[in-house]
């Protein structure tokens, strides 16, 4: 009988949360990642952590209610309500754990104002918010380590699912260098991030390749909302990718523009006076796009913010501009563009966490849950903990996986050689994904980029590049149908809600008022709609 374990892949927020609620109830688990926790996405989220703590202005049903109407009431609100109602004491028990947020003068966790939010509701530690929560987070682990409840494979990546039918019983894990190959058995937890590598233009790591997901896809895993990606306004092109410039400038109260007769025109205080710069990401990534179609730049301006900000709110932002961008933005404005930020889409997960195969379980931006068609800033943090947390819960409370497994058969390696395909195949999949999940789409658009990707599989069917690594011939394949998973979902949903916008639907339908669900089924992918929760 083969020894079973809780196999986590992925060691960010998400991950770390579900190895810790492991832990503390005695349950041995395995953390894998190519990379150490202290290099995970969630070490860049700047912003803060979402939790209705005021309770005299808020509350988390309150809480709730935003975070439907930003995702365009598409989300589980059962879901929703749960993450929001145990807000309150994830915030509490961090602080009682030694995170250093940026405390009020009653020396309490602090809150700031965040983009489609009508109150402060956002706890942050200046502007370096995830790599605090991860300090606290890895020092945690690390007592378990210790005491050998949790197990590390740093340096390891995920090669493919274990399945039979509708079953995961593990995984392949396979050594970049040494290309050693291991299996491991047990309950699947996946944590492994969005999808930035499949883009490359993204803020995010692009390590975060998107491979786990996709290959999850490519095994049957159902897929949902893959059409909503955020662009997130305020991001600056930089050495092949997007720096990131935190919504906190604007929640500190900075201000954007555009120049006319060279004066400054502050066109979303002009637009939306109620919530000016703090409206939704995907309504301001929007106007910016308009303005950008006019040939007009966008700036950033936070010149006239007090000098405590700077120093204490702030000062990540101020350091980052000044050594990688050589502008001083307290003395000049940012010039600033919509870039690709988070996707809200992912595994399809239910509200505790499981996914369309038994024993499999997903959580934080790998999966579909919270965020609908447009993520409220400060409740990506939020969702990967509580997430990671619901979903080792499932896990545990879930049967023991049956016997009688099948051996799997060996998904790659029987292609021609074709050297050096590798890389120029994963450019050209990344350019069609741009160009045909753009802010703004349309059905023409959409038809020859789904033309290009099909014409990408078949090139990538025949082909197998022997200088590249097994898993990376492997990532290609899955990431490619994948991408096309997610092409047909934007061509499927006939309206613009939220993060998705066609040109030729601008109006939000109500039909539509549903998940789109990708499903790769005997060899073809069905795309359908389903109510979230249902």
């Not at 104002?113 to 942050?124: C, D, E, L």
């Not at 954007?256 to 939704?280: A, D, Q, R, S, T």
């Given at each position: 009988m083969m020894e079973e374990k809780m196999i986590i892949i992925g060691t960010g927020a998400a991950g770390l949360s579900a190895a810790l609620e492991f832990a503390k109830n005695g349950v041995k688990s395995i953390l894998v990642s190519d990379m150490p926790s202290e290099r995970a996405q969630s070490v860049m989220a700047e912003g803060g952590i979402n939790a209705a703590v005021n309770t005299e202005k808020d509350s988390p049903k309150f809480h709730a209610e935003e975070t439907m109407k930003a995702g365009r009431y598409i989300a589980d609100p059962k879901a929703v309500a749960q993450m929001t109602e145990a807000a309150p004491q994830i915030i509490e028990t961090l602080f009682s754990e030694g995170m250093s947020f940026t405390l009020n003068e009653d020396e309490r966790p602090d809150a700031r104002?965040?983009?489609?939010?009508?109150?402060?509701?956002?706890?942050?530690a200046a502007a370096n918010t995830g790599k605090q929560l991860m300090y606290v987070l890895i020092d945690q682990v690390r007592r378990y380590e210790a005491e050998e409840i949790i197990e590390r494979y740093t340096g390891w990546s995920f090669l493919k699912l274990l399945y039979d039918g509708a079953q995961a019983y593990g995984c392949v894990l396979v050594h970049p260098i040494t290309q050693e190959k291991k299996n491991f058995y047990g309950k699947v937890l996946i944590t492994s991030g969005g999808l930035n590598g499949m883009f490359?233009?993204?803020t995010g790591s692009v390590r975060n390749t998107g491979a786990v997901s996709a290959n999850l896809f490519a095994s049957g895993v159902r897929f949902a909302n893959g059409e909503f990606i955020q662009y997130h306004p305020t991001t600056v092109k930089l050495h092949g990718k997007n720096m990131l410039i935190t919504e906190a400038v604007r929640g500190e109260g900075g201000r954007?523009?555009?120049?006319?007769?060279?004066?400054?025109?502050?066109?979303?205080?002009?637009?939306?006076?109620?919530?000016?710069?703090?409206?939704?990401?995907?309504?301001?990534a929007r106007e910016e796009w308009m303005h950008m179609e006019q040939g007009k730049q966008i700036y950033l301006d936070m010149s006239h913010l007090d000098k405590e900000v700077?120093?204490?709110?702030?000062?990540?932002?101020i350091d980052d501009c000044i050594r990688f961008l050589d502008l001083d933005p307290r003395k000049e404005p940012i010039p600033v563009l919509p870039g690709i930020h988070y996707f809200m889409g992912g595994i399809w997960v239910d509200t505790d966490h499981r996914t369309s195969m038994r024993n499999l379980y997903a959580a934080g931006e790998c999966a579909c849950q919270y965020h609908g068609a447009n993520r409220l800033g400060g409740n990506s943090l939020l969702g990967a903990l509580y997430g990671g947390s619901v979903a080792a819960k499932s896990a545990m409370k879930d049967e023991s996986i049956v016997e009688n497994m099948k051996p799997m058969p060996d998904a790659v390696g029987r292609r021609a050689d074709a050297a050096g395909s590798y890389a120029e195949n994963w450019k050209q999949l990344q350019e069609i994904m741009k160009n045909g999940l753009g802010i703004v789409r349309c059905e023409e658009t959409l038809k020859k980029t789904l033309a290009d990707i099909d014409n990408l599989l078949e090139k990538v069917e025949r082909e197998y590049d022997s200088s590249a690594e097994e898993v990376e011939n492997q990532a290609l394949s899955d990431c490619c149908l994948l991408g096309k998973a997610m092409l047909m979902c934007a061509m499927e949903r006939k309206e613009s809600r939220g993060s998705h916008i066609r040109s030729d639907y601008p109006a939000e339908c109500e039909k539509y008022q549903k998940q789109t669900i990708a499903e790769y089924v005997t060899g073809k992918i069905q795309i359908h709609f389903q109510k979230a929760g249902e």
């Open positions: 104002a965040f983009g489609g939010q009508s109150v402060k509701r956002t706890f942050f490359g233009n993204a954007l523009y555009v120049l006319e007769n060279n004066k400054p025109v502050y066109f979303m205080e002009e637009k939306y006076p109620e919530l000016g710069n703090l409206m939704p990401r995907d309504v301001i700077y120093e204490k709110r702030l000062k990540g932002v």
